[in-house]
């Protein structure tokens, strides 16, 4: 599988951004699919997922402001990130598996930075 995400960049404190990623391979390793983060010095940590059939999971610290979403038909998933705050800085790694227990795939990443 690979994974090819886009849509960072530069955005104030309260701003949004919407994040997508387009996904080449065979469809059952892209049965999951989501995004995780990495802030500087910080281990990687999920932000949301969303399996084929649409149930979504996030981060608590995100839930209520991102809203993950996907296009199966275009092996693409969005995530659109409202109120983003200075602690939501990381580079955003897209991810793929066809299950939890199952080989990851890793796109490779998109910079966010929140900033007044």
């Known amino acids: 599988v690979q994974l090819q995400a886009s849509g960072g960049g530069l955005v104030h404190p309260g701003g949004s951004l919407r994040l997508s990623c387009g996904g080449r391979g065979r469809t059952f390793d892209m049965n999951v699919m989501g995004w995780y983060r990495q802030a500087p010095g910080k281990q990687r940590e999920l932000v949301a997922t969303?399996?084929?059939?649409?149930?979504?999971n996030y981060a608590d610290s995100v839930k209520g402001r991102f809203t993950i979403s996907r296009d199966n038909g275009k092996s693409t998933v969005y995530l659109q990130m409202n109120s983003l705050q200075p602690e939501d800085t990381a580079v955003y790694y897209c991810?793929?598996?066809?299950?939890?227990?199952?080989?990851?795939?890793w796109g490779q990443g998109t910079q966010v930075t929140v900033s007044s």
């Open positions: 991810w793929s598996s066809a299950s939890i227990l199952s080989r990851d795939y």
């Open positions: 969303m399996t084929s059939d649409g149930r979504a």
